[in-house]
């Protein structure tokens, strides 16, 4: 006997009945930070790093409040145009986590120069702030992070 | 009746009969399995972190290029390169969008080990489509292994 999926009125297939997946079985180009597990400290197995990316907005702040706590690891700035003394800074809403990165010449890429690990740490609802200093300062902005508990 | 798998002839477990509260854990995904095919892209302002991917080139004594067919569009963010032996002059590596560089040329005339990072990135070559060429070219018989870090993006 055949049975067909009309015949099953009430089955229900929990976790605990599903195998182990593929990559196949999941949707493609829909995963974002929201599956990646916190990372602790002395982590054995390396975590998924997370990367918000911000268009700079000269001699204004851009604002992302965050839904996940997230620890920034490291800043990239790629220069958009050119400003002498233009620079990036990255703060938790009005605290500075990074230096003023530098950000002058256009294509240069700069990298955070300090991180202050009392400020590091944004909690969910949190915001994550990048300053441009300078009025015609351009840049993509690059924010690698980890989920933190 | 015991109903076996072998019994059911056409059950396809869909998203639509998936029960609404189904979670599925990272147990029940094969483990070291997941690349960038999974990656969502990365929009501007986004407010949950996107998943950065990362290609890895291994530069033995190269002179000419080293070309990968991307099969996802994808910006580079940064390139940086670990020398695997002490350089010479001439030694440079540079990471291009098929003929256009993207990166400057980046010296390995530096010793074993030592981290040479890009120094610029080239907004207007940085995204490289779907089937296009991420290249790595070396000169001089450069001894490195290349980091490429990029994000998917639409």
Not at chain 1, 45 to 68: E, K, M
Not at chain 2, 49 to 60: E, K, Q, S, W, Y
Request: with cysteine.
């Amino acid at each position: 006997m055949t049975f067909r999926t009309r015949n099953f009125e009430d089955l229900n297939v929990t976790t605990a009945k599903l195998g182990a997946i593929a990559q196949g079985n999941f949707l493609a180009n829909a995963w974002d930070g929201t599956v990646a597990n916190s990372v602790a400290n002395v982590n054995v197995i390396g975590g998924i790093p997370v990367v918000h990316r911000v268009v700079a907005i000269a001699a204004s702040d851009v604002n992302v409040v965050l839904t996940h706590k997230t620890r920034v690891l490291d800043v990239i700035v790629v220069a958009k145009g050119s400003q002498a003394g233009g620079t990036i800074t990255v703060k938790k809403t009005a605290t500075a986590i990074t230096d003023a990165i530098v950000c002058a010449t256009d294509t240069a890429v700069t990298f955070a120069g300090t991180i202050d690990d009392a400020q590091h740490e944004i909690a969910a609802g949190g915001t994550l702030r990048v300053t441009a200093a300078g009025v015609a300062t351009s840049a993509e902005v690059y924010i690698i992070g980890v989920r933190v508990a | 009746m015991t109903v076996r798998t072998r019994n059911i002839e056409d059950l396809n477990i869909t998203s639509a009969k998936l029960e609404a509260a189904i979670a599925l854990t990272q147990a029940q995904v094969v483990a070291n399995s997941f690349d960038g095919t999974i990656a969502k892209n990365a929009a501007n302002v986004n407010i949950i972190g996107g998943i950065p991917v990362v290609h890895r080139v291994t530069c033995t004594t190269l002179t000419g290029d080293v070309d990968v067919v991307l099969t996802h569009k994808t910006r580079v963010l940064a390139v940086h390169c670990v020398a695997t032996a002490a350089g010479g002059g001439g030694d440079t590596v540079t990471v291009g969008n098929g003929a256009s560089a993207i990166t400057d040329a980046m010296d390995l005339n530096v010793g074993d080990k030592v981290v040479v990072r890009a120094a610029t990135v080239d907004d207007a070559q940085h995204e490289i489509a779907a089937g296009g060429t991420l290249r790595v070219s070396g000169a001089s018989a450069v001894n490195a292994e290349v980091y490429i870090t990029g994000i998917r993006v639409a």
